[in-house]
Nanobody
Framework: QVQLQESGGGMVQAGDSLRLSCTVSGRAVSAATVAWFRQAPGKERESVAVIRRYGGGAYYADSVKGRFTISRDNAKNTVSLQMNSLKPEDTAVYYC???????????????????WGQGTQVTVSS
């Protein structure tokens, strides 16, 4: 059974940084494509960063490119999201998701990921 647990959310001011972590249990994180999604009130869940399995590279939504960095620590079985220069529009619940057979054309799709964490709140005030 694969389980994901997010940590590191909080309340910060615009321009600050936060680091989110996703701890994966039940499967080696290197074998999974892992994504960070976010969902703001009244909006659809959107993917902001993806790291593909087996060193397949990292991908970012335009809205976070240059500010967010996704990384994987195989020894700790974690995936992190370093968020810099945060903006009020980054406010959302952030979810970690993992998929074992995610193909490149579907990395942004919610349905491509079998396993989800419970989410962590990030609030950025102006």
């Amino acid at each position: 059974q694969v389980q994901l647990q997010e940590s590191g959310g909080g309340m910060v001011q615009a321009g600050d940084s936060l680091r989110l972590s996703c701890t994966v249990s039940g499967r080696a994180v290197s074998a999974a494509t892992v994504a960070w999604f976010r969902q703001a009130p009244g909006k659809e869940r959107e993917s902001v960063a993806v790291i593909r399995r087996y060193g397949g590279g990292a991908y970012y939504a335009d809205s976070v490119k240059g500010r967010f960095t996704i990384s994987r620590d195989n020894a700790k079985n974690t995936v992190s999201l370093q968020m810099n220069s945060l903006k009020p529009e980054d406010t959302a619940v952030y979810y970690c998701a993992a998929g074992m057979g995610v193909i490149l054309s579907t990395i942004w799709n919610v349905a491509a990921y079998e396993y989800w964490g419970q989410g962590t709140q990030v609030t950025v005030s102006s």
